[in-house]
């Protein structure tokens, strides 16, 4: 059984309460939107990653695994990287060793 995903949610603004059916996006998260009755732009409220997770009447679907994920991503490039530079000083010279390396992973670590 596969469950459908919806991509259109309603919009409702906290302002004037005026209601509004808009497509969810799902390749980004939406930060602003503008009501299209007073005006007022909308953000998204504090722990919510867009306008349709905290106004909408459904929560964007996957937007939370697309940010862990580039999250992940980042990090796992991030400690390759820092993997690779102690690979390299840890066989060079002690006069060309750079000593910040294992000061600055060692604090990464605690």
């Keep these: 059984m596969t469950k459908k995903i919806q991509l259109s949610s309603t919009i409702i603004c906290p302002e004037c309460g005026f209601k ?4 969810m996006p799902t390749d980004s998260c939406q930060f602003f939107y503008e009501c299209t009755n007073c005006g007022k732009i909308l ?16 929560n ?8 862990i994920g ?3 991503d980042d990090a796992i490039i991030y400690v390759e990287n820092i993997y690779k530079q ?10 060309e060793k750079n000593p910040l390396l294992p000061w600055f992973t060692g604090h990464l670590l605690k």
Excluded: Q
């Design 86 to 95: 102690l690979r390299k000083n840890v066989v060079l010279p002690p006069e």
């Design 70 to 72: 580039s999250l992940v």
């Design 60 to 67: 964007v679907p996957g937007s939370m695994a697309i940010a």
């Design 43 to 58: 953000k998204p409220k504090v722990d919510d990653c867009c306008v349709y997770c905290s106004y909408g009447s459904v």
């Design 20 to 23: 509004k059916e808009e497509t």
